[in-house]
């Protein structure tokens, strides 16, 4: 049974449990002694140390990658001072020029956040909260952030604050994340205005609207949009929701830096996996090099974490960039760079990942809930020797239904793995459906008959 942290914590343990914050005119006018814990109170006592493996980070100033005098995040990021003074629209002026976007996958101008949630605000309260809560498990970026620059991050998140015209913030994590608690809690020892939140665990915790909905002791469902969060957020008010990486890069940006370098997790058979920091437009064949290259033959590149697109070895010249991802079929995603290697079966592999997908789905909305469900019965259908012709052109119409109709980015870029791997390695589906046989001889029955809840064409 979960149970809420002690008053005197710093942190506000899986909130869906607590007391939302109260607005600051009710807290104003209540004694200092009977504030809600919710409302950031901590204790002035140090943080515990917590015994916990730290993340392998490698930044591009280490030996496989050529040195900069470009700013960067990660090992010994200067954190600069904080001006209070500073103006808001200058500020957002100069956000906007450097051309700073989201590093949480969609790529959203954080200058345009910015100003919608100043032209929201209305004279009344506005908030903001800093996603590290890394739901991909395989790419715990914001958790690399923290262990090594959580003062820089801290320092993003007073600034988002300044130029927003909030009174309180929150830095929400994943509840596994110890070491980055750790490190924030050091960070944050003389503010309470800033407050520690984790998330509930598992995958759509860290969906933008689904924090919102923990935030405020509901469960992690997606929320209908629009209203977006700069309209109608936290408590239904003007809502900063920003990523700690976009954050952290505010403050250098606001010194004039560009923000040129992106955090990536590479995994898979490298030789070095580990959490990188590397420039945006990198070739997704120079990240794989940099991490020490791949130790085996090497058949496809999964981009983005689990709601990512796989792309064949051949478009490792594809570039890590917004544009270039979304041409070849993925995204930034979670920001994970997946080697894998010719033992893996395509079918098999996005079957297995819509089975990840349909259990962590938050199931508010039928085109995700059913949509990946459907599809996960369908490519184990395909993958034990079960499938039909027929099924393909399916799968297809059922990802363009999920893209169309689902409530969040789980549901509508899921289908980005379907209409890759359909695209990038039709002999895998090809040799299941016609031929009866694994390509790889790694598939093993998984259905006896065939998934048959719905008429299909």
Known sequence: MSTRSPRSSRTSEARRWGRAPRSRAAADASPATSRSPARGHRSRRRPRTTSCTRTRCIT???????????????????????????????????????????????????ADKLRAVRANAAGGETYVVANAYDADPDSPLARALLEQSAELVVRGIELAMLITGAAHAFLYLHPAATGARSAAESALADRDDIEITL?????????????????????????????????????MRPTLVSSAETLAWLPLVLEGAKAETKLVSVTGIVASPGVYEVPLGTTIGDVLERAGGVRSSLKA??????????????????????EDLRAAGTHLGSGQVRALGTDVCMVREAGRLFAYL??????????????????????EGVSSSLGRDADLPWLTELGDHMERFSLCGFGITAPSILRTTMREFPDDYRAHISERRCPTGTCTTLRARRYETMVQP
């Open 199 to 235: 998330g509930p665990g598992g995958f759509m915790g860290g969906e933008e609207s689904a924090l919102l909905n923990v935030l405020e002791s509901k469960r992690a469902m997606a929320r209908q949009r629009p209203p977006y969060p700069a309209l109608q957020g936290y408590l």
């Open 60 to 110: 591009w100033s280490s030996p496989r990658m050529p040195a900069s005098t470009a700013a960067r995040l990660l090992d010994g990021a200067r954190v600069p001072a904080l001006d209070r003074s500073l103006d808001a629209d200058a500020a957002i002026e100069r956000i906007a020029a450097s051309g700073l976007r989201g590093r949480g996958g969609a790529g959203f101008a954080l």
């Open 301 to 322: 590149i999964h981009v983005g974490g689990p709601t990512g697109g796989i792309l064949a070895a051949a478009r490792r010249s594809a570039k890590l960039d917004y």
């Open 358 to 379: 349909a259990k962590e789905s938050c199931a508010i909305c039928v085109p995700c809930r059913v949509g990946t469900k459907r599809v996960q019965g369908i490519l």
